[in-house]
C-alpha cells in the first residue's frame, strides 16, 4: 500500500520525529473515527510525526500523508483477529511500521488530550516497550525477578491500548510469536492467548509501566464497584489534578463505547462485565465528563457532516 499525498502545514511531513501506529480491520471503525484521533493528535502534538495505518485493505476518506500498510497474511487470519487481538502483533513485524523512527501505537477508541510525543520520553531505552500496567504482580524490577524464577512461567502483564515501541529493536516479538504459533498453535502456549500478554511474556526484559499521570483506561479508573466509593475518589483535589493533566484515555469498545455516552443521562450509566460501575456526572467522573463530551459531540458531528 502506498503513501498518501502529503497536506500543506501538516504535522505529517519528512520531518518526523516520530510515529503514530494505528491498526485497522473489519468494519467496527470508520473514516471518521480515525481522522478524527489522526487530528486531534495533530493539534496537541509538539514534535512532527507521521502517521502509519496497518490494515487489511485500502481505506479511503483519511487524511494526506498517512502511510497505509498491508498487514502480513499470517496476522490477518480470522483466529487473530477475535478477542485475542492477536493481530495486533503484526506492528512489531519487520517491515511493517518503517524502522527509522521510534512508535507510539494508541487505539481508535483512545480519546487524546495532550501531546502523545510525550510518551517517547517514558522510554528509559530504545528496547523498552511500554504498555499500561494491568495485573498485580508490577511491571518492573520485581516482575523480572519472578519471571526469570518461575522459568519465564510467571510475568507481569500490560495492557496493549497504548503502546511505546522502537520498531527496529522489537521485531524479535513478532517472529517468536511465529515460531511459537508453529510449534503450539493458538492454544499450547498460554502467553499467545492475547497480544498484550504475548508482548508482556516476550518483552519482559525490557517493560515499562506508562504512568498513570499521563494516561489511563477509562474503566479501571473511573469504573469502581460501589458509587460512595467513585463519588469520594472524585472529590479528592489531587485526583482531579491528575484527571485535568492526563494526556489520553483509552475507552475500551465492548463496554463503553464513546458515543453512547452522549445519550446517557446526567447520573445514568451502567455496570460492566467485572461488576465495575459507571456513573455518567462531573460528580462522579470529574472533567473527564466535559472531556469526553466534547469529543464525541464533534466526532457525531463530523459523521452527520459525512452523510449529508
Not at 211 to 217: I, Q, T
Not at 267 to 280: A, E, H, T, Y
Request: hydrophobic share 40%; glycine share 8%; with cysteine.
Amino acid at each position: 500500500m502506498g503513501v498518501g499525498r502529503q497536506s500543506k502545514g501538516s504535522t505529517m511531513t519528512s520531518a518526523a520525529e516520530w510515529q503514530l501506529v494505528l491498526i485497522l480491520w473489519g468494519t467496527k471503525y470508520g473514516p471518521s473515527e480515525v481522522c478524527q484521533l489522526i487530528e486531534t493528535v495533530e493539534k496537541y502534538a509538539q514534535r512532527p510525526f507521521r502517521t502509519v495505518l496497518i490494515t487489511d485493505r485500502q481505506r479511503d476518506g483519511l487524511p494526506a500523508g498517512v502511510l497505509q500498510r498491508a498487514f502480513p497474511e499470517f496476522f490477518v487470519q480470522e483466529e487473530m483477529r477475535t478477542s485475542g487481538c492477536q493481530a495486533k502483533l503484526a506492528m512489531f513485524e519487520d517491515g511493517v511500521v518503517p524502522q527509522d523512527l521510534p512508535a507510539v501505537y494508541i487505539d481508535i477508541d483512545t480519546v487524546v488530550f495532550g501531546d502523545m510525543s510525550k510518551f517517547l520520553d517514558v522510554a528509559r531505552s530504545e528496547k523498552a516497550v511500554v504498555l499500561f500496567q494491568s495485573a498485580l504482580l508490577p511491571i518492573g524490577a520485581l516482575g523480572r525477578w519472578i519471571w526469570r524464577r518461575t522459568n519465564k512461567k510467571k510475568y507481569a502483564r500490560g495492557n496493549s491500548s497504548i503502546v511505546v515501541f522502537q520498531p527496529r529493536e522489537c521485531g524479535y516479538i513478532a517472529e517468536q510469536f511465529r515460531a511459537l504459533h508453529a510449534q503450539h498453535g493458538m492454544t499450547g502456549f498460554r502467553p499467545m492467548i492475547a497480544d498484550e500478554r504475548f508482548m508482556s511474556w516476550s518483552a519482559q526484559e525490557n517493560l515499562q509501566a506508562i504512568p498513570k499521570s499521563m494516561a489511563v483506561k477509562f474503566p479501571t479508573e473511573f469504573m469502581l464497584p460501589w458509587a460512595w466509593l467513585t463519588h469520594l475518589r472524585a472529590s479528592l483535589p489531587w485526583v482531579r489534578r491528575r484527571w485535568n493533566g492526563l494526556l489520553a484515555v483509552t475507552l475500551p469498545g465492548v463496554d463503553v463505547k464513546g458515543q453512547e455516552l452522549l445519550q446517557m443521562p446526567e447520573g445514568g450509566g451502567f455496570v460492566d462485565r467485572k461488576g465495575r460501575r459507571l456513573i455518567w456526572s462531573e460528580k462522579a467522573i470529574g472533567p473527564m465528563k466535559q472531556k469526553l463530551t466534547h469529543y464525541y459531540e464533534a466526532l457525531s458531528a463530523r459523521e452527520e457532516e459525512s452523510k449529508s
